[in-house]
């Protein structure tokens, strides 16, 4: 009896290395795996767009001022099958403040407006509330490059018939929470909410008849306008596929712009022009901006290379949409990308940064992101060193004896555990649940915000859960009296 239970605990050993064999294997060909399917061929925007998947997506070059090539992937609309093409119609978030600060630019132009003059002396129909700080140093400028101290809008909640611009800032209480001019703080809505609302109290139109008149007519962006519901508008997808309603923008001047690819590299052109011909205040770094992603001018990002060329850029991002348009005025060269897919959200910033190490010959990157990018490598990097400190442990335990293999309740128990994690990890980062409930925000999901690579995250804490559940199987081996 003794002589066969030692041949057990003798194949128990080998069984459990048989075990980790086969699972280093498995994750050694997932590792394979993984790195065939993103290794595509094509040029660089092929490459990046087939790693990330989007649902749609257009993306414009353009080189020596003019539109150089046109390509488009994907499904504007996945279950009808409808394809994306130049001409179908994104939403391209907070890009739409560049072309609020154009149409701003135009009236500061032709003197109909002044950068530094009040705001509250162009508003009519509502003012900013007078509340012990300096109200008169909310300027166009301030406005325009989010030094305003003016509080934000998130923009959710709004309910058909959707109120004015005007009603919108009040019953959203807008108002100074900081004197101006001395913090830069992105606005997401409101500030350039303001700006909408000056441009309609000082030209008596409504704000987007304005712009369509002024800007998008006579630029020749025909398919360009505020529509949250228009023929051959893509359906916007949250989280991996999951295809949602447009959320109704009422703070225009920000965020609602609906536009193509192709007038968007249009608008890109115009900006070229403007920036070579006009007086280029626009494009100037305004004071007090400098921020986790660099600087700011008016409605639109500069950025300095080590080559000494300035790219001027801007990212959108709405529930569902991602856009981004860049360019290099020297040169002509630009990029515009239009998505429909919460999956594009880094996708739009790697583009551009290959962008500019392709056209330009240095990457055009955005340093919060880049700072992103290196959270995730840190905690890769701190998992993987654990994980094999663990493994070493785990293994060493075993080879001089010090663990033997028995049965036991343990391991069911941090089998339920082990499976408890992982369900809990899945809903926070894979559901819309987490968002749901602490900010009443619909169709968010966690993981669109992390890079690529935080599936190596996944990886490692998968591995992690496998070995300590295993390891639960093992006990101390008892001391033989002597």
């Given at each position: 009896?003794q002589q066969?239970?030692?041949?057990?605990r003798n194949?128990?050993?080998q069984?459990?290395?048989?075990?980790?064999a086969?699972?280093?294997?498995?994750?050694?060909a997932l590792?394979?795996?993984?790195?065939?399917?993103?290794?595509?061929?094509?040029?660089?925007?092929?490459?990046?767009?087939?790693?990330?998947?989007?649902?749609?997506?257009?993306?414009?070059?353009?080189?020596n001022g003019q539109i150089?090539?046109?390509?488009?992937y994907?499904?504007?609309?996945?279950?009808?099958?409808?394809e994306?093409?130049?001409?179908?119609?994104?939403?391209?978030?907070s890009?739409?403040?560049?072309?609020?600060?154009?149409?701003?630019?135009?009236?500061?132009?032709?003197?109909t407006?002044?950068l530094?003059?009040?705001?509250?002396?162009?508003?009519s129909?509502?003012?900013?509330p007078?509340?012990?700080y300096?109200?008169?140093k909310?300027?166009?400028?301030?406005l325009?490059?989010?030094?305003s101290?003016?509080?934000?809008?998130?923009?959710?909640?709004?309910k058909e018939p959707?109120?004015?611009?005007?009603?919108a800032?009040?019953?959203?209480?807008?108002?100074l929470?900081?004197?101006?001019?001395?913090?830069?703080?992105y606005?997401?809505?409101s500030?350039f909410?303001i700006?909408?609302?000056?441009?309609?109290?000082?030209?008596?139109?409504?704000?987007?008849?304005?712009?369509?008149?002024?800007?998008?007519?006579?630029?020749g962006?025909y398919?360009?306008?505020?529509?949250?519901?228009?023929k051959?508008?893509a359906?916007?997808?949250?989280g991996l596929?999951?295809?949602?309603?447009?959320?109704?923008?009422?703070m225009?001047?920000?965020?609602g712009?609906?536009?193509?690819s192709?007038d968007?590299?249009?608008f890109?052109?115009?900006?070229?022009?403007?920036?070579?011909?006009?007086?280029?205040?626009?494009?100037?770094?305004?004071?007090?901006t400098q921020?986790?992603?660099?600087?700011?001018?008016?409605?639109?990002?500069?950025?300095?290379l080590k080559?000494?060329?300035?790219?001027?850029?801007?990212?959108?991002?709405?529930?569902g949409?991602?856009?981004q348009?860049?360019?290099?005025?020297?040169?002509?060269?630009?990029?515009?990308?239009?998505?429909?897919?919460d999956?594009?959200?880094?996708?739009?910033?790697?583009?551009?940064e290959k962008?500019g190490?392709v056209?330009?010959?240095e990457?055009v990157?955005?340093?919060?992101?880049q700072?992103?990018?290196k959270l995730?490598q840190?905690?890769i990097?701190?998992?993987?060193i654990?994980?094999l400190?663990?493994?070493?442990?785990?293994?060493?335990?075993?080879?001089?004896?010090?663990i033997?293999?028995?049965k036991?309740?343990?391991?069911?128990?941090r089998?339920?555990?082990?499976?408890?994690?992982?369900?809990?990890?899945?809903?926070?980062?894979?559901?819309?649940?987490p968002?749901?409930?602490?900010?009443?925000?619909?169709n968010?999901y966690?993981?669109?915000?992390l890079p690529?690579e935080f599936?190596?995250?996944n990886?490692?804490?998968?591995i992690?859960?496998?070995?300590w559940t295993?390891?639960?199987?093992?006990?101390q081996?008892?001391?033989q009296?002597?």
């Open positions: 009896m066969r239970d030692l041949k057990q194949r128990n050993p069984n459990v290395k048989k075990i980790i086969i699972i280093v294997l498995l994750i050694f590792i394979i795996a993984i790195f065939v399917i993103t290794k595509n061929k094509g040029d660089f925007v092929d490459q990046t767009v087939n790693k990330y998947a989007p649902q749609g997506a257009a993306v414009i070059l353009i080189q150089s090539e046109v390509k488009n994907g499904y504007a609309n996945k279950k009808s099958k409808v994306v093409s130049q001409h179908t119609k994104f939403k391209i978030a890009i739409s403040k560049t072309v609020t600060a154009y149409a701003v630019m135009q009236l500061v132009d032709d003197g407006l002044d530094d003059t009040p705001v509250n002396q162009y508003l129909s509502w003012k900013i007078e509340n012990g300096d109200v008169d909310v300027t166009l400028r301030t325009m490059s989010h030094t101290g003016i509080s934000g809008s998130d923009e959710n909640g709004y959707l109120p004015t611009i005007a009603q800032l009040k019953e959203r209480n807008i108002h929470k900081r004197n101006p001019g001395q913090q830069f703080e606005s997401e809505f500030g909410g700006c909408q609302l000056v441009i309609e109290d000082v030209t008596g139109i409504k704000f987007e008849t304005y712009m369509k008149q002024h800007v998008f007519e006579s630029l962006m398919d360009t306008d505020y529509a949250n519901e228009a051959g508008l359906t916007p997808y949250a596929a999951t295809a949602i309603n447009v959320t109704p923008i009422v225009n001047g920000a965020g712009v609906t536009t193509t192709n968007l590299a249009i890109v052109k115009e900006l070229i022009r403007y920036h070579n011909e006009g007086n280029q205040i626009m494009f100037q770094v305004q004071e007090n921020n986790a992603g660099g600087v700011y001018a008016l409605g639109i990002i500069p950025r300095e080559n000494g060329k300035t790219v001027y850029e801007h990212n959108g991002t709405l529930t949409w991602n856009a348009f860049a360019f290099e005025p020297a040169s002509q060269n630009g990029m515009v990308v239009l998505t429909n897919s999956k594009a959200y880094y996708m739009t910033y790697e583009l551009m962008w190490k056209v330009l010959g990457p990157r955005d340093s919060q992101m700072r992103i990018h995730v840190w905690i990097a701190v998992e993987s654990l994980l400190i663990y493994a070493g442990i785990f293994s060493y335990q075993k080879k001089v004896g010090k033997e293999a028995r036991g309740k343990r391991i069911i128990v089998s339920i555990l082990s499976i408890l994690f992982a369900i809990a990890y899945i809903v926070l980062f894979y559901t819309r649940l968002f749901k409930i602490c900010y009443h925000f619909d968010y966690a993981f669109t915000f690529k599936i190596w995250v990886i490692e804490l998968l992690f859960l496998v070995l295993l390891h639960g199987r093992f006990y081996k008892a001391r009296k002597k």
